[in-house]
Structures are given as C-alpha cells and as structure tokens.
C-alpha cells in the first residue's frame, strides 16, 4: 500500500461546476499536506499550503485536512477550462522531511 | 526573476550508458531537490541538496547521484541506464528547506532508454 493514495481519474466536468479532489494517506504523522497543479509538459505549481488541520480557503480554491480520517481535500468552484491539468497532493511529517506526493488527479473541465 | 531552468529538455539513450541532467535554480535558492515522474508511480523523492550537502535521499538504488555546486546548481548522473528509467525527472528549488517555503518546479528533461 502506498503511502498517499490519489485517484488518477480523469475527472471530466463542465465549465462552472464545483470540484472535489482527494488524498488518502497512511501515515499519521503528516502534518503538512500540498497541492500541486501540473499543467501538461509543464512542472507542478503549488497551489495551496495546509499545517496541521483545518481549512484553507484562496480564491476559488478551498483546501481541507481531516486528520483524523486521514484524508485531504481540494475543490474548486467554478471551475474554467484553464483549471483542465493534472493535481497532486504532497505531504511531510516533519519540516525537514522529504514530500511524499500522490500520483496525481487528471481533471478536465469542458466549455 | 528567471525560474527554474533544466537542461537538456529530451534526451534519448539505451541501455547501459549514463547520462547527466542540469538544473539551474531561481537566483538566491539554495535548496535544490530532484523527483522521478512516471505514470504509474507518479513524483517520487530522489535527494535534496542545500549548500552543496546532501540532505536526504530517496529509496533509489546508488545508480542514481547528484551533486550540487558553490553556485547552487545541481547536477544528477544516473549510470548503467535501464528501461525503467524512462521517466520526466524534475528538479525544484526553494529559498530554505522549510516544506512551507514554496518549491519552484522546472520543466523536467524526459529521458527515454531504449
């Protein structure tokens, strides 16, 4: 079993609909948990950064953390044509640790 | 300010040759990390480097090495080159080493062994 488990989809919604992204993880020691957006032949962008629990909200994005399930979240409201790309979730124990990514979420998002 | 650079941007080789991959961080970033990226086993942890020291090293077999420079640059070899190793490989800089500094991915160089 993998330590972060993501489904790779694709995922294929609308123009202007909410999406809901996920992350299963393992290990209960992660406390900081990413999101990443990789556009194709591009290399990831972050896009969000959680410590700990908790929501965090940017624009149109809103991550989540439940610790207790061991499970992330990313949705994105409204989402456009331009978010169409591929998004992983990362996370680490400690500051120093290494990240430990998931293998990434296809989404497209059609007009 | 320039992003991260990677050079070269594709590379073919067969099996059994070594190759060496480039990577330029963003001016003033001193930590520089490498991922292998593959389809089916997305971005995997290959090693970080600050200040010209090897700070942690991923689960890769000791074919795989870097090296970073005085200058922040950093250079990965992988030697006796197996298909497997086919994969996007990506370098990321970040200021510090801190995961709440912002790692600044490049374009990756695809290598593919034949």
């Known amino acids: 079993q993998k330590e972060v488990e993501q489904d790779p989809g694709p995922l294929s919604v609308p123009e202007g609909a909410i999406v809901s992204l996920n992350c299963t993880y393992s290990n209960s020691a992660f406390q900081y948990f990413m999101w990443y957006r990789q556009y194709s032949r591009k290399g990831p962008e972050l896009l969000m950064y959680t410590y700990s629990s908790g929501n965090k909200e940017d624009g149109r994005f809103t991550a989540q953390v439940d610790k207790s399930s061991k499970y992330i979240s990313l949705f994105i409201r409204d989402s456009q044509p331009s978010d169409s790309a591929t998004y992983l979730c990362?996370?680490?124990?400690?500051?120093?640790?290494?990240?430990?990514f998931g293998t990434g979420t296809r989404l497209q998002v059609f007009p | 300010k320039a992003g991260v650079t990677q050079t070269p941007r594709y590379l073919i080789k067969t099996r059994g040759q070594q190759v060496t991959l480039s990577c330029s961080p963003i001016?003033?970033?001193?930590?520089v990390s490498w991922y292998q990226q593959t389809p089916g086993q997305g971005l995997q942890f290959l090693f970080e480097?600050?200040?010209?020291?090897?700070?942690n090293k991923g689960n890769f077999p000791g074919r795989f090495s870097g090296r970073q420079f005085s200058n922040s640059r950093s250079e990965m070899n992988v030697s006796t080159l197996e298909l497997g190793d086919s994969a996007l490989y990506l370098c990321a800089s970040s200021p510090t080493v801190s995961p709440g500094d912002t790692q600044y991915f490049g374009p990756g160089t695809r290598l593919t062994v034949l």
């Open positions: 480097y600050f200040s010209e020291t090897q700070r």
């Open positions: 990362a996370m680490s124990a400690q500051v120093t640790d290494k990240l430990i």
């Open positions: 001016s003033g970033h001193r930590s």
